[in-house]
C-alpha cells in the first residue's frame, strides 16, 4: 500500500494557482526529491501532507486514510509520524542541545525514562553526542540543522520532510546532511526533500518530482535535477 496519496489536489492562494490537480503516491522508504524554481509549489506540498493548511479540491491520504478526516485529537498522531526539518533550524536558543531534542518529546508528556532514553539515541545516530550540552549559538549551521534532524527523529516518524534543509549551510555541511538523510533512509524511514541544489540531486540518483507552476512536469527514478 502506498504510504501517501496525492489524489487530484488543487491549491489556490486568491488567484494564484499553487497546485493544479496533481497526483502522485510514495511508498513506504521511499526517497524523493521535491525539485523546481520557487514557486512551484514544493513548500504547498509540504504544507498540505502535515495538514497546516488543506487542499481546495482532491485527496491526499496518510496510510490510507484521508488526512482531512483526522480529528483535533488524532492530529498530534499525524505530526508525531510526520517528522519536518526546516529551512531556518528554528532551534530554542536558550536551550542546549539536550533540551531542544526533549522538549519534543515533552510536548506530547512522555515519561522522564523515555527522554532519556530516546534523547541520547537520536543525538548519537546525528553525530551530536559530544554536543550535548552546547547551546544553538555555539553550534555551526550543520550542527544546528542535525540538532534539528535528532528533534524530528525523536518521536521515529514513518516520515522525514527536509524542506530546504542545506539552504542555509555551507557545502561541506549540506553533504554531511544528505550522508545522514541516506542513513536515514536506509534505515527505513521514508525521507522527502524539497531543495533547489542541484549537485546533491544528481549525486544521490533517487527519485525526482519535478513541478512547475504547480503541476508535476517529470517523475523518474534515479532522476537528475534538470531531467
Known amino acids: 500500500m502506498s504510504q501517501i496519496e496525492f489524489i487530484n489536489i488543487?491549491?489556490?492562494?486568491?488567484?494564484?494557482?499553487?497546485?493544479?490537480?496533481?497526483s502522485f503516491t510514495i511508498n513506504n522508504g521511499?526517497?524523493?526529491?521535491?525539485?523546481?524554481?520557487?514557486?512551484?509549489?514544493?513548500?504547498?506540498?509540504?504544507?498540505l501532507l502535515i495538514r497546516e493548511e488543506l487542499s481546495d479540491a482532491g485527496e491526499i491520504l496518510f496510510n490510507g486514510k484521508n488526512i482531512r478526516e483526522f480529528t483535533q485529537?488524532?492530529?498530534?498522531?499525524?505530526?508525531?509520524?510526520?517528522?519536518?526539518?526546516?529551512?531556518?533550524?528554528?532551534?530554542?536558543?536558550?536551550?542546549?542541545?539536550?533540551?531542544?531534542?526533549?522538549?519534543?518529546?515533552?510536548v506530547v508528556n512522555s515519561s522522564e525514562t523515555e527522554i532519556k532514553s530516546i534523547v541520547p539515541n537520536v543525538l548519537n545516530l546525528v553525530g551530536l553526542t559530544d554536543k550535548i550540552l552546547s547551546f544553538p549559538k555555539q553550534l555551526s549551521g550543520g550542527e544546528r540543522q542535525r540538532l534539528c534532524i535528532a528533534r524530528a527523529l525523536a518521536h521515529e516518524p514513518d516520515v522525514l520532510i527536509a524542506d530546504e534543509a542545506t539552504g542555509n549551510i555551507d557545502p561541506d555541511a549540506s553533504q554531511e546532511i544528505?550522508?545522514?538523510?541516506?542513513?536515514?533512509?536506509?534505515?527505513?524511514?521514508?525521507?522527502?526533500?524539497?531543495?533547489?541544489?542541484?549537485?546533491?540531486?544528481?549525486?544521490?540518483?533517487?527519485?525526482?518530482?519535478?513541478?512547475?507552476?504547480?503541476?508535476?512536469?517529470?517523475?523518474?527514478?534515479?532522476?537528475?535535477?534538470?531531467?
Open 10 to 22: 488543487t491549491k489556490q492562494y486568491g488567484n494564484f494557482k499553487a497546485l493544479d490537480n496533481i
Open 30 to 47: 521511499e526517497f524523493i526529491f521535491l525539485v523546481g524554481p520557487s514557486g512551484a509549489g514544493k513548500s504547498t506540498i509540504i504544507k
Open 73 to 106: 485529537k488524532e492530529m498530534p498522531d499525524l505530526r508525531r509520524k510526520i517528522g519536518v526539518v526546516f529551512q531556518d533550524f528554528k532551534l530554542l536558543n536558550s536551550k542546549n542541545v539536550f533540551e531542544n531534542v526533549s522538549i519534543a518529546l515533552e
Open 178 to 227: 544528505l550522508d545522514l538523510l541516506g542513513k536515514i533512509n536506509s534505515l527505513g524511514t521514508t525521507v522527502i526533500m524539497a531543495t533547489h541544489d542541484e549537485r546533491m540531486v544528481d549525486q544521490m540518483k533517487k527519485r525526482v518530482l519535478r513541478l512547475d507552476k504547480g503541476s508535476i512536469i517529470s517523475d523518474k527514478k534515479g532522476g537528475k535535477y534538470r531531467e
